[in-house]
């Protein structure tokens, strides 16, 4: 009996000295950290981290449950992007919404995980801009907010959380550095204001010899100023209504310095251009380096989250008779939003 009574203290003791060291010594507050550096420029991490709606696409967890079941909603960016998940003993289940975002240099995003604590935790993603590369910390928070057995658990944490944030960041680095490097260097945001334009509305399948079909649109508006004393207010443009790989649906269109046109006209009509925000683009080369130039526009207005607000137009911005075709100047201009 005394043997029992003696274990029974000892216990007490134990349990009791063990919740004072708790309480007084371990920190309510633990934090778990990992960085990794990635060969492209903030702007490219950021927007990867800056969703819920695709944080599988590098997690850690994603490959742990073929089952689990997710749940997006809010933007796709930014705050309010929220994700919910159930899946296994391994994955768990519980939900983190975006509530900070500070372009290029932050996201933060609060968890709630099922089955504990009514408290929130919070992940953050802390990129530092090291110019062509950049170093991302993920940071893990959470406040036991005077739970002793949250404290105890929180010793662990470290060695828990650690390894699976290192592989996060490792899958992250290596989405963001497969994904293309585009040189932006011949870009800008401008707002253009609109211009009178004679025009003729005509198409050319990709088996036929557009610059013709252009050729004969311009000089027919040519001739018609001409011959009604009409002055050039600009250089030629081609306005982009539709265009699949077969056929090219456009506008062959001539800037102008008039109000209205009198008489017979034909296939000319008088118009005005868009007027507002724009992606320009300064290509140089040959025409048909066009190809290539709308892919990277899109790139563009992609990585820059923009929204095409319009059909796009080219201008012609000099005489390719005079010019070798590497110094041929084209503008292509993008209507955003």
């Known amino acids: 009996m005394k043997a029992i009574k003696y274990l029974f203290f000892t216990l007490l003791i134990i349990v009791v000295l063990m919740f004072a060291y708790g309480y007084f010594f371990l920190p309510d507050k633990v934090q778990v950290s990992r960085s990794i550096t990635i ?4 702007k490219a ?3 990867t ?26 933007p796709e960016y930014g705050v309010g992007s929220h994700m919910a998940w159930q899946g296994n003993d391994e994955v768990g289940s519980g939900q983190q919404t975006i509530i ?10 609060e968890l709630f995980f099922d089955g504990q604590s009514d408290d929130p935790a919070w992940a953050s993603y802390v990129i530092k801009d090291m110019g062509e590369s950049s170093e991302i910390s993920w940071v893990f928070d959470v406040d036991f907010k005077g739970s002793v057995i ?6 662990m944490m470290d060695r ?10 490792s899958n992250l680095k290596s989405l963001v550095e497969s994904k293309p490097v585009y040189d932006f260097s011949n870009f800008s945001i401008e707002t253009v204001p609109a211009q009178t334009i004679l025009f003729i509305s005509t198409e050319g399948r990709s088996d036929q010899d557009i610059s013709a079909i252009m050729g004969e649109a311009y000089t027919t508006i040519t001739d018609f100023m001409q011959q009604n004393d009409i002055q050039f207010d600009g250089m030629p443009l081609a306005i982009t209504r539709s265009w699949t790989n077969e056929l090219w649906v456009f506008d062959a269109a001539i800037p102008v310095d ?16 868009y007027a507002g925000k724009v992606v320009k683009y300064v290509q140089v080369g040959p025409y048909d380096q066009a190809e290539l130039s709308y892919p990277l526009i899109d790139a563009y207005l ?18 390719p008779t005079t010019v070798s075709e590497d110094a041929i100047i084209t503008h292509i201009y993008h209507p955003i939003q």
Not at 39 to 42: C, G, K, M, N, T
Not at 150 to 155: E, I, N, S
Not at 160 to 169: Q, T
Not at 302 to 319: I, K, R
Request: proline share 4%.
């Open 258 to 273: 008039i109000t209205a046109i009198e008489g017979e006209t034909g296939d000319i009509k008088l118009g005005q251009t």
């Open 39 to 42: 060969e492209r420029p903030a």
């Open 45 to 47: 991490v950021f927007k």
């Open 49 to 74: 981290v800056n969703s819920m709606h695709h944080f599988n696409d590098w997690s850690p967890w994603a490959k742990l449950d073929a089952d689990a079941k997710y749940q997006y909603s809010g």
């Open 302 to 319: 992609a990585e820059h989250e923009l929204q095409q607000n319009g059909d796009s137009w080219e201008v012609y911005v000099n005489d």
């Open 100 to 109: 900070e975002s500070k372009p290029h240099e932050l996201v933060k995003a």
């Open 160 to 169: 828990m959380l650690g390894p699976s944030y290192e592989e996060g960041l």
């Open 150 to 155: 949250g404290r105890y658990f929180g010793m």
